[in-house]
């Protein structure tokens, strides 16, 4: 079985794009990625894509085709769906290929446009990764859903909206030097506090905006690396993928997310680490209470002690485990097919040392991204390490 | 569908199911003991086909709940409203509280389920009343 190195990565800045259409914002994710690379579009030999809701944001559905041909490849493409973690599991599936010896080159990534869209339409279009008959019908929202989970966490575990506060502070203030990110602005715990009630006991402030953006990475094989003289130093070296009941109703444990402890334990397995060797973590917070159960579903925290992580420092730029350096998708913003995809070109330019924020991770060889779908009904977590 | 065997939940149900809730209202349970909603052809537990109907408990009790500000576009329910997972022991159901503030509901109050039509939709919706 080959590696997979990222031998590049792409992004265009996360925020409003008014009057670009979704293929531009992607192609220019994927020329950047290719650029970076230094690999021709000729040899990339299959897109792999994510996208969410853009048969209902652009009325276009089948994008794999329109997507390939914005990027100036000329290889089939397939679009892969699965909510939030349509990019995560479109890059695992180009990483399958690759180890299984198929493709050499794979460009994989993701696009959503959503600003296009009033709020109360982008609310509509992502409640639909809920369950349609046993919770979209029954008025929930998806903040509704994340408040659903916060407060079964509040009861179970303690814990309270200042906590969440911090999260949003510290991955705000994360993204000040971001030049990606769709929110250069520190916040305070205050105006998080403060801000105007969404779905009790969330905020505005707990929830991630509504963003345009794309990503793309350009994945190749060792072999090709070596071959092409590339400067691929990150390697993918874990993946792993989870799954769950739909609706929040059938879980057995609201205030938990074993998706994600699945696809975490799958992916430390694969890539032989263990959840102590991670050194800086990319985690799916599109609601503040999102990234505290994901630090606690991925082994760094004991159940109950993640609400206190961000307030505590643990998990601030000179934390133990600094978390989403990036902005996260609280900051940075969650255009939702594109986010598994960012997170990982995030995480490759921490590791590269090429990220604003790298120097807080500077002697970091291990990190992990977690991408999430729905209330973490899917979830995909991925390893990578500095390889050379 | 299993018109021919009445003892097997309709794979089609959900709406008869919802409207069974304002009166003995049910839930499905597999030859384990598993419980669950329909419309279901296998226990998502246990992978067992033997299903049949039981009765739901008259009343459950709130499991977590949120008041809603922002509401999709058409949904009918004119925000703010209150969402809640109420418990019935083998099965919970999501729905949305009635006859009682946003403020004044709690984790743990008892609630007996019922069924409205959302104009706007034609749907049935789900409801909960305090028991």
């Known amino acids: 079985m080959t590696g997979v190195r990222v031998a590049g990565v792409g992004l265009t800045r996360f925020g409003a794009h008014d009057g670009r259409t979704g293929r531009d914002l992607f192609a220019e994710a994927a020329l950047a990625a290719l650029d970076d690379a230094g690999v021709d579009g000729d040899d990339v030999e299959h897109l792999n894509y994510g996208n969410f809701m853009g048969a209902l944001a652009e009325r276009q559905g089948h994008q794999a085709p329109v997507m390939t041909e914005a990027a100036g490849l000329r290889c089939a493409g397939t679009r892969y769906e699965e909510a939030c973690a349509s990019a995560g599991v479109a890059v695992r599936e180009a990483v399958r290929a690759i180890r299984s010896g198929e493709n050499d080159v794979m460009l994989a990534g993701g696009m959503e446009r959503m600003t296009n869209l009033s709020t109360a339409e982008v609310t509509e279009s992502l409640a639909v990764a809920a369950d349609e008959l046993f919770e979209v019908r029954a008025g929930v ?29 510290k991955n705000h203030a994360n993204a000040v030097p971001n030049e ?29 905006p509504i963003t345009d953006g794309a990503s793309a ?7 090709f690396a070596a071959e092409h003289d590339l400067d691929a130093s990150v390697a993918i070296t874990g993946t792993g993928q989870g799954g769950d009941r739909a609706a929040l109703q059938d879980r057995a444990d609201m205030a938990r997310t074993p998706a994600a402890t699945d696809a975490a334990e799958e992916a430390y397995a694969d890539a032989g680490v263990t959840s ?32 206190g992580a961000a307030r505590r420092g643990d998990t601030t730029r000179d934390g133990d485990l600094p978390v989403n350096l990036s902005g996260g998708l609280k900051a940075k913003g969650h255009p939702v097919g594109a986010t598994g995809g960012s997170q990982i070109a995030e995480l490759t330019r921490l590791l590269r040392g090429d990220h604003p924020n790298s120097d807080a991770v500077a002697d970091a060889t291990v990190g992990l991204a977690h991408n999430a779908g729905g209330t973490v009904a899917s979830a995909v977590v991925h390893v990578l390490e500095v390889a050379e | ?4 065997d009445p003892d097997v939940p309709a794979n089609t149900g959900y709406d008869e199911w919802a409207d069974a809730l304002a009166d003995d209202g049910y839930y499905v349970e597999c030859a384990n ?48 409203y209150v969402t809640a997972v109420v418990d019935f022991g083998p099965v919970r159901i999501t729905g949305i509280v009635r006859d009682v503030a946003g403020d004044e509901v709690a984790i743990g109050d008892p609630m007996r389920p019922d069924v409205e039509t959302n104009g706007a939709t034609g749907n049935r919706l789900i409801v909960f009343r305090p028991a």
Do not use: K, N, W
């Open chain 1, 217 to 223: 990475l350009v994945l190749v094989s060792e072999e």
């Open chain 1, 141 to 169: 929202t998806f903040p509704g859903a994340y408040a659903l989970m916060a407060r079964a966490y509040f009861d179970e575990y303690g814990g309270g909206r200042e906590d969440l506060a911090h999260v949003a502070v």
């Open chain 2, 33 to 80: 003991g598993h419980g669950s909603l329909p419309p279901r052809r296998v226990c998502p537990e246990c992978g067992s086909t033997d299903l049949s109907e039981a009765t739901l408990p008259e009343t459950g009790t709130v499991a977590t709940f949120s008041e809603i500000h922002v509401a999709p576009s058409g949904f009918g329910v004119e925000p703010p």
């Open chain 2, 1 to 4: 569908m299993s018109e021919s």
């Open chain 1, 276 to 307: 102590d060797d991670v050194e800086v973590a990319e985690v799916h917070d599109c609601f503040t209470i999102a990234e505290v159960m994901a630090l606690e579903a991925l082994g760094f925290f004991e159940p109950g002690e993640g609400i």
């Open chain 1, 180 to 208: 990606y990110a769709q929110y250069q602005r520190e916040i305070s715990v205050e105006q998080a506090l403060d801000s105007p009630e969404v779905a009790s006991p969330l905020h505005l402030f707990d929830a991630c």
